[in-house]
């Protein structure tokens, strides 16, 4: 069983930046491909971004192309998710969700993919 910890979210205005971080709570030298998902109040989970680790590949939802940067240092286990340019839009409790194979499909936003799952962390965007 892969625990996930997110990390880095807060309260920023809008136009500003935060970096998101994910990594398993406990020694594991399991490497899975990751993404990144969100849900704002009284919406759906919606996918965000997602990345090999097999060769890097990324994988990005078209509203944050741009804007938003997925990577992962291999050698700390940790994936990241810069955010630039943030809008009152993006606010929402971000989730890291880590795959059971190492590369992203080609369907990374179906969330059946990522058996593995954080808690998740509030970003909120203010205007």
């Known amino acids: 069983q892969v625990q996930l910890v997110e990390s880095g979210g807060g309260l920023v205005q809008a136009g500003g930046s935060l970096r998101l971080s994910c990594a398993p709570s406990g020694r594991t030298s399991r490497r899975y491909a990751m993404g990144w998902f969100r849900q704002a109040p009284g919406k759906e989970r919606a996918f965000v971004a997602a990345?090999?680790?097999?060769?890097?590949?990324?994988a990005y939802a078209d509203y944050v192309k741009s804007r938003f940067t997925i990577s992962r240092d291999n050698a700390k286990n940790t994936v990241y998710l810069q955010m630039n340019s943030l809008k009152p839009e993006d606010t929402a409790m971000y989730y890291c969700?880590?795959?059971?194979?190492?590369?992203?499909?080609?369907?990374?936003?179906?969330?059946?993919?990522?058996?593995?799952w954080g808690q998740g962390t509030q970003v909120t965007v203010s205007t």
């Open positions: 990345i090999s680790i097999s060769d890097g590949y990324t």
């Open positions: 969700a880590a795959s059971s194979v190492t590369s992203v499909s080609s369907t990374p936003a179906n969330g059946y993919e990522y058996p593995y």
